[in-house]
């Protein structure tokens, strides 16, 4: 059996090294190989992993001409991957290495995927409640299992990857293929160490990008939402007409409120702008797709 390790780096230069040493060592009881994806990254995490490829034997590095972002980063990994089961891992050092055996283990008794979990999650608060948010809005938009945690750091098998990768367009959410490819899923506890080096990459723009991604490319449920919301809203108006037509009927007297009117134009005008924002990402990223955006392009590969 042969175990794929792919591993998206972004300005990992300081850990690259010690994780791979890491993982040939846990897992020298299986036939390894590592695939290593440079995303971009703006220090010498190119040069390290070179390095490294030139020193270790079943090593693949393959550099990316500049950020694409950590799915699409996996996803070229994944191409590149000639395992019976892959794991893909961060380069940050917070999941142990030798933790890929729980996965694995678990993996080999039928599972299409093994998702990694956490009795303790060592991320910054803010990084913790971003994870926590996109596991609320996956379980709705995507149908995933409640009790499921959607972690980076999993184990898939061949097959699973082979159809995750028929997904040429560019943008990319690994775990919204790996959803709608199967529900054989299941996931076992691991540590998780606090980061030792530098500091998350995750920032609020990539994460609300991560959650468009889901929203739009994985999921037409936002669109019924604003149907629905419609409806109740003419409901709403038809009533509000009825009453008022009655009203001014047995109080013609009284003066039409102004502000009422006003504030009511601006607070429909508003959701029509963020609808038609909506159906703007729809049909951008579709314009996108269409015109063959790449979802990587390769600078330098070392197979």
């Known amino acids: 059996m042969k175990l794929s390790i792919c591993i998206p780096v972004y300005n990992g230069s ?106 303790i999650k060592k991320h910054h608060c803010f990084r913790n409640l971003g994870s926590r948010f996109n596991n609320i809005v996956a379980t709705w938009l995507l149908n995933k299992p409640a009790s499921l945690y959607l972690s980076s750091f999993k184990v898939i098998n061949k097959d699973l990857k082979n159809e995750i990768i028929k997904y040429t367009g560019p943008f990319p959410y690994i775990d919204g293929l790996i959803l709608r490819a199967t529900n054989n899923i299941t996931s076992v506890y691991v540590q998780h160490d606090a980061r030792k080096i530098g500091r998350s990459n995750y920032t609020l723009s990539k994460l609300l990008s991560l959650w468009l991604n889901m929203f739009i490319n994985f999921s037409i449920k936002p669109m019924r939402i604003f149907t629905f919301f419609g409806i ?58 269409s015109n063959k955006t790449p979802q990587w392009t390769v600078k330098k590969k070392i197979l």
């Open 232 to 289: 109740i809203v003419s409901i709403f108006s038809f009533i509000l007409a009825v009453f008022f037509i009655i009203d001014k009927i047995l109080h013609p007297e009284n003066q039409s409120g102004w502000t009422s009117l006003a504030v009511s134009i601006l607070f429909f005008s508003g959701i029509q702008i963020v609808f038609m924002g909506l159906i703007s990402e729809y049909i951008g990223k579709q314009y996108l797709d």
């Open 14 to 119: 300081e850990t690259i090294e010690d994780l791979v040493n890491s993982v040939f060592e846990n897992l020298k009881q299986h036939q390894v190989e590592i695939v290593m994806v440079n995303d971009g990254s703006h220090d010498n995490s190119e040069d390290v992993c070179e390095a490294i490829v030139k020193n270790k034997k079943n090593v693949k590095f393959i550099s990316l001409r500049k950020n694409f972002g950590e799915h699409n980063a996996v996803m070229c990994a994944l191409n590149y991957t000639d395992g019976d089961y892959i794991a893909i891992i961060d380069d940050d050092f917070q999941n142990p290495p030798e933790e890929i055996i729980k996965l694995l283990s678990e993996a080999e008794k039928g599972y299409d995927v093994v998702y990694s979990k956490y009795e």
